[in-house]
Structures are given as C-alpha cells and as structure tokens.
C-alpha cells in the first residue's frame, strides 16, 4: 500500500524541490560571464539568495535587504547561509540578520561590502550597472572569464591550492592571442579588440 501522505515520500519530493532551486541559483555563481544585480526596493529572502549568487551588486540609496526566512519558520535554504558570509566576511554579523531577520539598509550594505556602490535612484543605478558591464566587455573575455573561474576556486580553497590552480590555468593563458593584442595595444596606445569567446 502506497500513501503520497508517507513522510518519507513527501521528505524526498521536498528535497529535490529544494535543490532545484538550488541548482538554479547556483548556475547564476557558475555563469562564465560576470553578473551584475542592480537592486532598488526591498531585497529579501529570495532576493538576497539571488543577489548573493551574483558577482557584483549595486544598489540605489533607497533599497534595502532582509534575511527574513527565520520570519516564516525556516533556515534559507537556496544559498545565503553559503555565499553571505563569504561576501561580507563577518559571520557574526551575518547570523544577527539571519536570526533576527531585520532590515539592513542600503549604506549598512554598502559599509559591510553586500553592495559595492549605492546611487540615488533607479536610473543612476541601471546607469551605473550598464557602464560596467559595458567596461567589462570591453575587457578580454579570456581574461575576465578566466578571472572569474580562479577568484571563484580560490574563495573556495586554501591559497596555495588557488596558487596552483591559476597556474595551471595560465600555461594555457598565456599563449592567448589576447595577451598579444593588449600588449600591441598599449604599445600604440589603442584600446584592444577582443575576438568573442
């Protein structure tokens, strides 16, 4: 006799729910592309999983963040409690917005690096968003992606275990014809191009 009240049943339903959503969010950290959010208005729960999964955040003055998940009977499950304190680098402030699910406001994320930059409106900010992509893309994207896959290694890793990695990585970088490009580039000050990637 089969129940779809059993709890074990119910237990693993939930459990590949969860991570779904996982995964989701985490194919955001594993784009190979940098991936700016531009956040105005409230941030909260989801949101900061989200925003949390993204490479570089900027704000504008008015927005604000809460970890509200305690509010509603459960710990966040799709990624906060893994990457904020890791943004932030202070785990006791982290586990006071966790446990209290309290506001943090804009310069309070500005101050504590959650946010890189705040701006005065939702236009300043989408400005500001666009600039900078504008200026990554610019950039070698060998370099940039590159860039990306070591910084994110080695935030999981020991110093010398990133060390090594870039280096593995880089006996095959080095030869890149981007390298020659921004060498002959700054050498007749000119500004690259880049072929995609």
Not at 121 to 130: G, T, V
Not at 189 to 196: L, Q
Request: proline letters at 3%; a negative charge.
């Amino acid at each position: 006799m089969q129940s779809d009240e059993d709890v074990a049943r119910k237990a693993k339903f939930m459990k590949e729910h969860v991570t779904e959503f996982q995964n989701c969010f985490s194919e955001i950290e594993k784009c190979p592309k940098p991936v700016i959010a531009a956040i105005h208005g409230a941030c909260i729960g989801s949101g900061v999983d989200l925003i949390c999964a993204c490479d570089i955040r900027y704000s504008t003055k008015d927005a604000w963040f809460s970890v509200k998940e305690v509010d509603v009977g459960l710990a966040a499950d799709i990624g906060t409690l893994q990457r904020l304190p890791k943004i932030v680098g202070n785990d006791g402030l982290v586990r006071e917005w966790v446990y209290t699910a309290r506001r943090i406001s804009s310069e309070e994320a500005l101050h504590t690096g959650l946010v890189s930059n705040i701006y005065e409106n939702r236009d300043f900010l989408l400005s500001a968003a666009f600039e900078l992509a504008s200026c990554i893309a610019s950039k070698s994207p060998v370099a940039v992606q590159g860039s990306k896959i070591v910084m994110n290694y080695s935030r999981d890793h020991s110093v010398q275990e990133g060390l090594d990695f870039v280096a593995n990585r880089n006996q095959f970088m080095l030869q890149s014809e981007d390298l020659i490009k921004s060498v002959l580039a700054t050498l007749q000050k000119e500004a690259p191009e880049f072929s995609k990637l």
